[in-house]
């Protein structure tokens, strides 16, 4: 078919104000929150119903066209950017919360949903949707799944796998593939829910999800503890979790990050301190008052020389402010910023924040570091300028060495932002040959021409 | 190869001890607990390491054999039934509790450990592996992970999968694959580990688990309450969850298995109880107190007539003493006894219960109806004699009516004993023919063979 026949097919089924191919709107979905160049995608498509959805896959399938499913966007390493010529697969018209039924604790949901909005709305009905990526106020529900999404209540809460009850999708072929269910217990044929979560789009085109919700919060209680060294506030991550505290939360920032993000916006953080601790704890109200006063006992026990604890929801927004400022704060200093999200086991924090300074010095690199501590899931953030051909190479030489030391400590390339187009090339170093070659039989015979979100995790 | 070729060939991987050929040894593992035909294997082999366990996969396949990985046989639905003439491989060489690590809070262990004997040695550690199967005691930890293995404590805790961090496995041709990590957060690769929960030995054999474990409870209380009807009981369960109260464990008991278990052992049941729910609440001391005091205000407000709390250890062992006595006391009656497990969305459960009475007395049978009220999961008990063909047609009957019930609630075919032979059939009117090709295309090239557990799942 010619590209004109096959844009008229397309606009068959979305309609012709939801095929895109003018430049500009090319451009616009040709890159992703990741630091990769920009690919053009051929045209760009926004079906807004489940039906629409199916026979778009179906007709990239039928043409061999590239496809890549798109939500906001967020993505960092990759994920979201096009194959060369293919077609990007927009969800935002795909954005219904169809059910959120209280009394099972379950919502069902299309993909293109915003994840802070869904939060908000299962909020609004008396029940808590946990995982809160850094980007949840645009980020989707489907991009989420497709990315097992974590966030900053990973240690207590888990991540968007945890919250996954069943997935609906679409096969290559246009044939809607069911798996999961609305029971909390459920092993009808195989895991396909399971396997969908974190395939990055390369799988399978997600029509429905059924996410899992939970009961609310009952209290909380958010603390800050500022650390006379990042060794000293590591090893308090460490002997929180020793004594069996699982907070709900469990941030860690360096003086970099500190300072970065007070100069950002004045809070009155203290900027000569060598490592913040930031603490939730939730749950029942005593659980947290005992909680918190363990917490305390520990952070000073470990040094910590100043305890401050929220004392309203105006100083508890303060304290997460803060850390929502980082990446925009650190981002804002150069022109290219590298958040890495390297993972180790949580004991394992002190040794891979020595790593961090280590390379940082060995590369002469500014890097910023501040992270999940609590669920071992460090962001250090490399501040460069890509057009820095000479820095750029030390930057790339310094990813490496973090994924080595990180793998050497027991963790994993990525905590939660993916593998993508960024980390492909690294994936067989954490698993096996074997590994990347049984994924690789079963994308082949799922996919068998490639469309769905070509060279994505598996190269 | 002549099959003492082959049997030489075993016995050079696992030493002549570790292959049996015998029909008595045959026999032993020609079944499994499925009310299910008996398959006689060809040999039975028993690796006691992991290079063993690999050589003995990648020999079968070499040789087109069929092999069915068993733990200790516990399963429901026909999944270890091995295929006739095929290699039974028993995992019970392979119990090493390899790593428990406090800090991390993991453990890593191969197939063949026992699912109680691992939880005892979690618990002598000061942490907590929640889930409970039936067949704990028993039962491996492979075989829990195969199946996706529920138990009482679903409704809180989750089920096996949800405690699944990772998975090393074999594939057919003897490679290793490693999916997950130590990590709380890992998203490299696909989710191989998610997939591996529920696939009963289809697409790869185990070698090791990386289990999730969390903080001990702190506190708990056990309470049995007595109902005049089940309608009034499984109102009262929809009412807990419905006022956001979720109990560790929550379980229902109808009238003729109150009498049976109390036949069984005189453990003082209110036989004239025409239904029961023995419940349980967990967790910080002041949130048990607060959730007792909630949960025993709702059984009142639901016309419980007596609500008993188990003030000691002894008492509280008494509870789930009844509880746990509901199968075997009920399989003591009549040769043949079907264990269902049928499942809706909790809120359905009084639907559910409405439809098990009317099929009992459609079908003229005897239904023996408790189970995990609180996740929606029932076991309706068929008590029966298979040699009376009349009677077994309409047991069979009364199953597919309890499937289409369950389905048309919402709910699923099987909430925790698998698909394995005994429910393929099925599996097709749950989700979709999609679905089913989708599944088997995968199988098809993970297993080109078709050797894996043949016929289980996907028929």
């Known amino acids: 078919m010619t590209k004109d026949a096959i844009i008229k097919d397309f606009e068959a089924i979305v309609g012709s104000d939801n095929v895109m191919t003018s430049e500009t709107d090319r451009h616009t979905y040709s890159y992703d929150a990741a630091v990769l160049d920009s690919v053009m995608p051929a045209l760009v498509v926004r079906p807004t119903n489940s039906e629409e959805l199916g026979k778009t896959v179906k ?15 967020t993505n960092l390493s990759g994920g979201t950017i096009p194959h060369p010529g293919g077609v990007v697969v927009l969800t935002n018209g795909l954005n219904r919360i169809l059910e959120i039924n209280e009394q099972d604790m379950y919502a069902v949901v299309e993909p293109g949903v915003v994840t802070a909005k869904f939060a908000a709305e299962v909020a609004s009905k008396g029940l808590f949707y946990p995982p809160d990526p850094g980007s949840q106020t645009v980020s989707t529900l489907g991009g989420n799944v497709a990315e097992n999404a974590g966030g900053l209540r990973g240690l207590k809460y888990g991540v968007t796998k945890d919250y996954v009850m069943g997935v609906d999708f679409w096969d290559v072929d246009g044939n809607l593939i069911k798996s999961g269910s609305r029971t909390v217990k459920c092993v009808t044929g195989y ?16 029509d429905k999800l059924i996410l ?30 020793a004594n069996k505290i699982v907070p709900a939360t469990l941030e860690i920032m360096d003086n970099f990050t500190i300072r970065t993000v007070e100069n950002f916006r004045k809070a009155g953080l203290p900027t000569d301190a060598a490592a913040m601790l930031l603490i939730e704890v939730d749950g029942h109200p ?36 803060a850390r929502r400022d980082a990446l925009p704060a650190l981002a804002n200093l150069k022109p290219t910023c590298v958040l890495e999200d390297a993972t180790v086991p949580r004991s394992q924090i002190p040794a891979m ?7 940082s010095n060995k590369y002469n690199l500014t890097i910023g570091t501040f992270g999940h501590a609590g669920d ?22 310094a990813i490496e060495m973090i994924f080595d030391r990180a793998l050497a400590l027991g963790g994993t390339l990525s905590g939660e932002h993916g593998i993508g187009l ?6 067989e170093s954490e698993t096996s040959p074997g590994t990347l070659a049984y994924s ?10 490639g469309i769905l979100n070509p060279h994505k995790i598996i190269g």
Request: charged share 25%; glycine share 4%; aromatic share 4%.
């Open 422 to 427: 960024a980390k492909s090339k690294f994936i």
């Open 191 to 206: 895991n396909l829910a399971g396997l969908m979560v974190a395939s990055e789009g390369t799988l399978g085109v997600f």
């Open 59 to 73: 007709l990239c399938n039928d043409n061999g066209l590239p496809l890549t499913v798109r939500g906001a966007g």
């Open 212 to 241: 899992k919700l939970v009961p609310p919060v009952l209290a909380a209680k958010s603390m800050m503890a500022v650390f006379p060294s990042m060794k000293a506030a590591s090893e308090t991550v460490a002997a929180i979790i």
């Open 353 to 359: 924040i020595a790593a961090l300074d280590e390379i």
């Open 286 to 321: 005593a659980q947290v008052e005992d909680e918190a006063a363990k917490v305390e006992e520990i952070c000073k026990q470990n040094s910590a020389s100043e305890i401050k604890i929220a004392n309203d929801a105006a100083e508890r927004d303060a304290v997460w402010q």
């Open 440 to 449: 690789r039989r079963m994308k082949s015979v799922l996919d068998p021409k």
């Open 376 to 397: 071992g899931n460090l962001h250090p953030t490399i501040l460069t300028d890509k057009r820095d051909t000479k820095e750029w190479q030390r930057v790339e030489e």
